[in-house]
């Protein structure tokens, strides 16, 4: 199993959360909330509204985002959903753990450092140079104050 941090459209109550509880795409198990360490650039970009961490470490906010356990062939599928690696890339991260619902209960948190983990997530380094300017979000949601509704892929 793998840790994976989702902060967008896969998080729960957000467009796309129906894949990660669709186990015929693999296994996805909520294991808490957390953020990033390091501060990055959560931006709402192109022309349906997607929501990208820009793999720029130090500029933007601490992000918000779930914590899943994944099996491989879930993973894979996030790979191909993200498009990766010409889309988004699937780096390690470290998160620091908001609150903590796997099993073990907050054990497994406290048992790393600081209750920090490496998780994987989907982060762009392939982006347009002027979504720099966009404005910085430090938390995602589709319908947020933003006013930038995403676009499903089946409507596009």
């Known amino acids: 199993m793998a840790r994976v941090f989702v902060y967008g459209t896969l998080k729960k109550g957000q ?4 894949h990660m509880i669709n186990t015929a795409k693999g296994l996805a198990k909520f294991q808490g909330r957390g953020r ?19 793999n720029i470490p130090g500029t933007g906010h601490h992000v918000a985002g779930e914590i899943y356990s994944v099996d491989e062939q879930m993973l894979q599928f996030l790979d191909e959903f993200e498009g990766c690696p010409d889309m988004y890339q699937r780096t390690l991260m470290r998160i620091q753990v908001v609150e903590w619902e796997g099993k073990g209960g907050a054990g497994e948190a406290r048992a790393a450092a600081d209750g920090v983990l490496e998780c994987f997530v989907y982060s762009t380094a392939t982006y347009p140079p002027e979504w720099v300017g966009l404005p910085y979000y430090d938390s995602y949601d589709s319908s947020g104050k933003h006013g930038l509704s995403y676009v499903l892929r089946e409507s596009r």
């Open 36 to 54: 990033t360490v390091e501060k990055y650039p959560l931006v709402i970009a192109g022309k349906y509204n997607i929501p990208y961490m820009l």
């Open 15 to 18: 467009p796309n959360y129906k």
